[in-house]
């Protein structure tokens, strides 16, 4: 195989491109889907193939094939050079990539039990246990799921400066969601874990506390009433403030929005773009998180990426490619979803570093306000520097004590004016949001975290009219 | 009978082989190329060819479902053996009934395009800067992004109760986001066309678009915090139609985690509202004579006067429920399993222009985009009005920042007070702009 891949970039190279770099992915995976008390659906997946890269002129062609035969990748190296050529000679701003220093290595997957040695029925059984106490616990709990899934694989990098890289990996992730109703209304819950691995992950799980908490969360958001809606003094989670710094900042800190001028922190380094208390980082080093690794799909090794100290823009997360357009040293932050996408520059563990304030200092601190707790989803409009949040919960916050609970809430902002205001960092952090995030029609496996966080004057989406505070 | 075809068959044959109860086997093999644009430059072309098969088998109504990135009798076969080896490790599912029978339907004419799928990169590149062209000569600082492409393929489907088709299908389309950034003060917008064939697509005039709207977005201001009236236009009122019909899936419907359970031949919407599927428009960017269990999709109204006439079933929660398949069996691909969904929806336009329903507004808002999508669970949505205007007076004036929306699907339906007459058309697709008389919104003003 080596001989193959290496004979295709060296013919890469004699046809005219100035570099190339080719993927070559295979692995397995196994999903298991439990909902009402029914292990029903098992699924399977096997995927192979080779994505292949090339720079002519100052224009990038790509070709993938699903078939890893020396004849599919020749097709794919003609294909890839057509495609270059067809850009090449339009090319406003010709695309570059930073030189780096071949890295010859063999990654070893790290987990302690191998999926595919636990029979099948044993992960079902596992499961269903899950997804039990989601569902058994309280009679309003009127629906429950749990979905399990593992995947095994390897991935080959390898380019034109002589890097071979071959990148063992084994992942494993567990969600479960419970509905709990009461007359019309139902709320809806859910949890996951999800990191690289084995199944020491889905078995460390604590049925009772995990899939029981969810069950309990979703119960009390049916006695939640609806968010009101106005400007309030803020304090969010871990969670949210993962989600927060992921959306708001990371994606704003991505090269290659920055170079596009689709972020508002281009031209920004060295300035003060929010409050002195906040540092922010991207750190794929950071062991058991879902957006860990070892060497990016371009085969630059993984390095913690400080984004924001103390307020001011220390750098951005980079390519080959954009680390060339910005004349820095590659950083490592280069991913694809798959041999049939391209490497982009995608955010891996990112979170706001802790504080030395406690929880309940900035309670009892806050006189008017709302604590914002789980975040869900959110989104960013990074060259408008406009993002939205969603969270699980709220509570109101009065006279330095918590009050009513909410559900159906929304905060967002625009980014640095919001983080500008941060007047209150908690001392402790945790990592508790690892899922999938979507760029480019790539989804990515991240993480994310933070410490407690208050936040003045934050615009918050609710049912209920309420104006400024509470 | 085509190649793909005998590839499905033999996955069935080789499934039933294996002991499987029930069983289909889907393969495509499909090609995209696209061009992209990123900061007003072209730097990027891909030809991407996907080819890969799915067999999905039932055990005493336990799913296996196993897929392989491969087109080959062998892969297929293989395939099967693995799909019935999991449903027996699956619980069996008593709720399962069968698979459809075979049905018969007309080809939709015009779904796949000679012309279009011939393009080559070449083309694109053209395409692409044009857009470059058309939104510098809106704004000598317009940045550009986005991007122009084709997809065409083919895909066949086989079942072990006799399903065997197998079809053909094309698309382009081209899309531009542009961005003004005037100091601190930056207007985005994007706009993008889409067509099954040549002659359906406009290739001049997106990226103009996408700058004027964004020049039209600068100077963007908070409003006040307060209940107002909401004018979504077409695009805006595509995250709420869809989430809708989301949460009307027999699936989530029968499992109870659906808002719109219990609501089927009730009133849940303003009786201005009638929404109808039509699968078979010639051309139509969702259209199919079948759907993804090869159940013949039909013209319907899903939401007649405010009234919802239909959950949306595939085979299983329709034997399930004891009624017959609607022909909503969804499948996204070789690699996904199979769900629900729908075709082409048209929202039956109203009496009034748009421009007549801002008119009739003294203090409002006009969205442009925003993704109001109710919760399919809960039915609740607190999200960012993305891109609109604030109305005053009749008529939009500023554009509006950091403004959000609380609501529910009830309450945003049932106030729906007019549909506007006009309205944005895409291949199939009908959508005007919806008229909803109060809803709470958050901002800084």
Same mark, same amino acid.
């Given at each position: 195989?080596?001989d193959?891949?290496?004979?295709?970039?060296?013919d890469?190279?004699?046809?005219?491109a100035?570099?190339?770099?080719?993927?070559?992915?295979?692995?397995?995976?196994?999903?298991?889907s439990?909902?009402d008390?029914?292990a029903?659906?098992?699924?399977?997946?096997?995927?192979?193939?080779?994505?292949l890269?090339?720079?002519?002129?100052?224009?990038?062609?790509?070709a993938?094939?699903?078939?890893i035969?020396?004849?599919?990748?020749?097709?794919?190296?003609?294909?890839?050079?057509?495609?270059?050529k067809?850009?090449?000679?339009h090319?406003?701003?010709?695309?570059?990539?930073?030189?780096?220093?071949?890295?010859?290595?063999?990654?070893?997957a790290?987990?302690?039990?191998?999926?595919?040695?636990?029979?099948?029925?044993d992960?079902?059984?596992?499961?269903?246990?899950?997804?039990?106490?989601?569902?058994?616990?309280?009679?309003?709990?009127v629906n429950?799921?749990? *979905?399990?899934?593992?995947?095994?694989?390897?991935?080959?990098?390898?380019n034109?400066?002589?890097?071979?890289?071959?990148?063992?990996?084994?992942?494993?992730?567990?969600?479960?969601?419970?509905?709990a109703q009461?007359?019309?209304?139902?709320?809806i819950a859910?949890e996951?874990?999800?990191?690289?691995?084995?199944?020491?992950?889905?078995?460390a799980?604590?049925?009772?506390a995990?899939?029981?908490?969810?069950?309990?969360?979703?119960?009390?958001?049916?006695?939640?009433?609806?968010?009101?809606?106005?400007?309030f003094?803020v304090?969010?989670?871990?969670?949210?403030?993962?989600l927060?710094?992921?959306?708001?900042?990371?994606? *704003?800190a991505?090269?290659?929005a920055v170079?596009?001028?689709?972020?508002?922190?281009?031209?920004?380094?060295?300035?003060?773009?929010?409050?002195?208390?906040v540092?922010?980082a991207?750190?794929?080093?950071l062991?058991?998180?879902?957006?860990?690794?070892?060497?990016?799909?371009?085969?630059?090794?993984?390095r913690?990426?400080?984004?924001?100290?103390?307020?001011?823009?220390?750098?951005?997360?980079?390519s080959?490619?954009?680390a060339?357009?910005?004349?820095?040293?590659?950083?490592?932050?280069?991913?694809?979803?798959?041999?049939?996408s391209?490497?982009?520059?995608?955010?891996?563990?990112?979170?706001?570093?802790?504080?030395?304030?406690?929880?309940?200092?900035?309670?009892?601190?806050?006189?008017?306000?709302?604590?914002?707790k789980?975040?869900?989803?959110?989104?960013?409009?990074?060259?408008r520097?406009?993002?939205?949040?969603?969270?699980?919960?709220?509570?109101?916050?009065?006279?330095g004590?918590?009050?009513?609970?909410?559900?159906n809430?929304?905060f967002?902002?625009?980014?640095?004016e919001?983080?500008s205001?941060?007047?209150?960092?908690?001392?402790?952090?945790?990592?508790?949001?690892g899922?999938?995030?979507?760029?480019?029609?790539q989804?990515?496996s991240?993480?994310?975290g933070?410490?407690?966080?208050?936040?003045?004057?934050?615009?918050v989406?609710?049912?209920?009219?309420?104006?400024?505070?509470? | 009978?085509?190649?793909?075809l005998?590839?499905?068959?033999?996955?069935?044959?080789?499934?039933?082989?294996?002991?499987?109860?029930?069983?289909?086997?889907f393969?495509?093999?499909s090609?995209?190329?696209?061009?992209?644009?990123?900061?007003?430059?072209?730097?990027?072309?891909a %030809?991407?060819?996907?080819?890969?098969?799915?067999?999905?088998?039932?055990?005493?109504?336990?799913?296996?479902?196993?897929?392989?990135?491969?087109?080959?009798?062998?892969a297929?076969?293989e395939?099967?053996q693995?799909?019935?080896?999991?449903a027996?490790?699956a619980?069996p599912d008593?709720?399962?009934?069968?698979?459809?029978?075979?049905?018969?339907?007309?080809?939709?004419?015009?779904?796949?395009?000679?012309?279009?799928?011939?393009l080559?990169?070449?083309a694109f590149?053209?395409?692409?800067?044009?857009?470059?062209?058309?939104?510098?000569?809106?704004?000598?600082d317009?940045?550009?992004?986005?991007?122009?492409g084709?997809?065409?393929?083919?895909?066949?489907?086989?079942?072990?109760?006799?399903?065997?088709?197998?079809?053909?299908?094309?698309s382009?389309?081209?899309?531009?986001?542009?961005? =003004?950034?005037?100091?601190?003060?930056?207007?985005?917008?994007?706009e993008?066309?889409?067509?099954?064939?040549?002659?359906?697509?406009?290739i001049?005039?997106?990226?103009?678009?996408?700058a004027?709207?964004?020049?039209?977005?600068?100077?963007?201001r908070?409003?006040?915090?307060?209940?107002?009236?909401?004018?979504?236009?077409?695009?805006?009122t595509?995250?709420?139609?869809?989430?809708?019909?989301?949460?009307?899936?027999?699936?989530?419907?029968?499992?109870?985690?659906s808002?719109l359970?219990?609501?089927e031949?009730?009133?849940?919407?303003?009786?201005?509202?009638t929404?109808?599927?039509?699968?078979l428009?010639?051309?139509?960017?969702?259209?199919?004579?079948?759907?993804?269990?090869?159940?013949a999709?039909?013209?319907r109204?899903? =939401?007649?006067?405010?009234?919802?006439?239909?959950?949306?079933?595939?085979?299983? /929660?329709?034997?399930?429920?004891?009624?017959?398949p609607?022909?909503?069996?969804?499948?996204g691909?070789?690699?996904?399993s199979?769900?629900?969904?729908?075709s082409?929806?048209? /929202?039956?336009?109203?009496?009034?222009?748009?421009?007549?329903?801002?008119?009739?507004?003294?203090?409002?808002i006009?969205v442009?985009?925003?993704?109001?999508?109710p919760?399919?669970? %809960?039915?609740?949505?607190? %999200?960012?009005?993305d891109?609109?205007?604030?109305?005053?007076?009749?008529?939009?004036?500023?554009?509006?920042? /950091? %403004?959000?929306?609380?609501?529910?699907?009830?309450?945003?339906?049932?106030?729906?007070?007019?549909?506007?007459?006009?309205?944005?058309?895409?291949?199939?697709?009908?959508?005007?702009?919806?008229?909803?008389?109060?809803?709470?919104?958050?901002?800084?003003?």
């Open positions: 195989m080596r193959l891949i290496e004979n295709i970039l060296h890469a190279r004699r046809r005219g100035s570099f190339a770099d080719l993927r070559v992915n295979t692995g397995e995976s196994t999903s298991i439990v909902e008390g029914q029903d659906k098992v699924s399977s997946a096997s995927r192979s193939g080779a994505g890269r090339v720079l002519v002129d100052g224009a990038w062609g790509f993938p094939t699903n078939s035969t020396g004849e599919e990748l020749r097709r794919c190296l003609d294909d890839a050079m057509s495609m270059a067809a850009a090449a000679g090319v406003a701003e010709p695309g570059v990539v930073a030189e780096v220093e071949p890295v010859e290595d063999t990654v070893e790290t987990a302690e039990i191998d999926p595919r040695e636990v029979p099948l029925a992960r079902v059984q596992r499961i269903y246990e899950i997804e039990q106490v989601a569902r058994e616990r309280d009679d309003r709990i429950s799921r749990a *979905n399990y899934a593992d995947g095994v694989g390897s991935l080959i990098i390898a034109t400066f002589g890097t071979y890289i071959e990148q063992q990996s084994m992942r494993c992730s567990v969600r479960v969601a419970a509905t009461s007359g019309d209304a139902r709320q859910t996951s874990e999800a990191r690289p691995g084995g199944y020491e992950i889905a078995r799980i604590d049925p009772d995990w899939a029981g908490d969810v069950a309990d969360r979703a119960l009390a958001l049916l006695d939640a009433v609806p968010a009101p809606a106005g400007t003094n304090i969010i989670d871990p969670r949210v403030c993962g927060l710094a992921h959306e708001a900042f990371g994606h *704003n991505e090269a290659d170079w596009a001028g689709e972020s508002i922190l281009a031209g920004r380094e060295g300035q003060q773009v929010c409050s002195p208390l540092t922010i991207d750190d794929p080093t062991k058991g998180l879902n957006g860990s690794f070892v060497y990016d799909h371009e085969g630059v090794p993984a913690r990426h400080d984004i924001v100290r103390e307020g001011v823009l220390i750098g951005y997360l980079h080959l490619e954009t060339a357009r910005l004349g820095v040293e590659p950083n490592g932050a280069a991913r694809a979803e798959g041999h049939q391209e490497p982009i520059v995608r955010m891996s563990n990112t979170f706001i570093d802790a504080g030395d304030a406690t929880l309940e200092e900035m309670i009892a601190d806050t006189k008017d306000g709302l604590l914002l789980g975040g869900y989803w959110g989104y960013v409009f990074t060259a520097g406009q993002f939205t949040c969603n969270v699980e919960n709220a509570w109101a916050i009065r006279d004590k918590i009050g009513q609970h909410f559900r809430a929304s967002a902002g625009l980014t640095m919001m983080l205001r941060v007047d209150a960092v908690g001392n402790e952090i945790s990592f508790d949001l899922g999938t995030c979507g760029k480019g029609g989804g990515m991240v993480d994310a933070g410490p407690y966080l208050r936040i003045r004057d934050v615009v989406g609710g049912q209920q009219q309420a104006g400024r505070g509470q | 009978m085509s190649e793909l005998d590839i499905a068959q033999a996955a069935v044959e080789a499934a039933q082989a294996a002991g499987a109860d029930f069983c289909d086997a393969c495509s093999d090609t995209d190329v696209s061009v992209e644009v990123e900061k007003s430059s072209i730097n990027y072309c %030809t991407i060819r996907d080819q890969g098969l799915s067999v999905r088998a039932f055990v005493n109504g336990g799913q296996g479902f196993a897929t392989v990135q491969q087109l080959t009798i062998e297929a076969r395939s099967a693995r799909a019935v080896a999991l027996r490790a619980h008593p709720d399962f009934v069968r698979l459809p029978d075979p049905s018969e339907a007309e080809e939709v004419p015009e779904l796949f395009d000679e012309e279009m799928a011939g080559d990169a070449g590149v053209e395409w692409c800067l044009q857009g470059i062209d058309e939104a510098r000569a809106v704004a000598d317009a940045i550009v992004q986005g991007g122009a084709v997809g065409w393929g083919e895909s066949a489907l086989a079942s072990s109760t006799g399903v065997a088709i197998s079809k053909r299908g094309s382009a389309g081209l899309s531009f986001f542009v961005i =003004i950034a005037r100091g601190d003060d930056i207007g985005t917008y994007f993008q066309d889409m067509a099954r064939r040549m002659a359906d697509l406009e001049g005039g997106v990226a103009e678009t996408a004027r709207e964004a020049i039209r977005q600068l100077g963007s908070p409003v006040p915090t307060a209940r107002v009236p909401l004018v979504l236009g077409p695009l805006a595509m995250g709420l139609i869809g989430s809708v019909i989301g949460a009307a899936e027999a699936d989530g419907v029968q499992r109870n985690r808002w359970a219990g609501r031949g009730e009133r849940i919407a303003s009786e201005v509202l929404l109808r599927e039509e699968p428009v010639p051309a139509g960017l969702r259209s199919s004579a079948y759907d993804g269990e090869g159940v999709r039909t013209p109204a899903l =939401i007649d006067r405010g009234v919802l006439t239909t959950y949306l079933h595939n085979s299983y /929660t329709a034997f399930k429920a004891g009624v017959e609607t022909g909503h069996a969804g499948r691909g070789y690699g996904s199979v769900g629900i969904g729908v082409n929806l048209q /929202t039956q336009p109203g009496e009034k222009t748009e421009a007549e329903l801002i008119s009739e507004i003294d203090e409002g006009y442009a985009y925003a993704g109001i999508s919760s399919s669970v %809960t039915g609740e949505v607190s %999200t960012t009005l891109f609109g205007f604030r109305i005053e007076n009749g008529e939009c004036t500023t554009p509006i920042s /950091t %403004t959000l929306i609380g609501s529910t699907g009830d309450e945003l339906l049932s106030n729906i007070d007019a549909i506007s007459s006009d309205y944005r058309e895409e291949p199939g697709l009908i959508l005007p702009s919806m008229r909803i008389s109060s809803v709470q919104i958050a901002s800084e003003g």
